[in-house]
């Protein structure tokens, strides 16, 4: 499976971004697909999750300000980050796994700064 990221960018607090995550290869493998975000000198962490259901996780940090979706069809998951905070700001990255062998795939990392 690999995944391609996009949609990072710079923005002033209170902006939004949308951030896309599209998938190929395995496509049958993969059920729930995550952004993570990774601020310097911090642990990555999880954001945000959908299952191929459709059932969502956030982190509580987020709840209320971001929106995970996804389009089967397109095979693409997709971050909406309103209300956005300086607090945002970091590398953020999709990642989903092979429910079959357990094996994880990551995106490349799209950066969000968000400016007071």
């Known amino acids: 499976v690999q995944l391609q990221a996009s949609g990072g960018g710079l923005v002033q607090a209170g902006g939004s971004l949308r951030l896309s995550c599209a998938a190929s290869?395995?496509?049958?493998?993969?059920?729930?697909m995550g952004w993570y975000r990774q601020a310097p000198g911090k642990q990555r962490e999880l954001v945000a999750s959908?299952?191929?259901?459709?059932?969502?996780n956030y982190q509580d940090s987020v709840k209320g300000r971001f929106t995970i979706s996804r389009d089967s069809a397109k095979n693409t998951v997709y971050l909406q980050m309103d209300s956005l905070k300086p607090e945002d700001t970091a590398a953020y990255y999709c990642?989903?796994?092979?429910?079959?062998?357990?094996?994880?795939?990551w995106g490349q990392g799209t950066e969000v700064t968000v400016s007071s």
């Open positions: 959908i299952s191929r259901g459709g059932r969502t």
């Open positions: 990642k989903t796994q092979n429910m079959y062998s357990g094996d994880d795939y």
């Open positions: 290869g395995s496509i049958f493998s993969i059920n729930v």
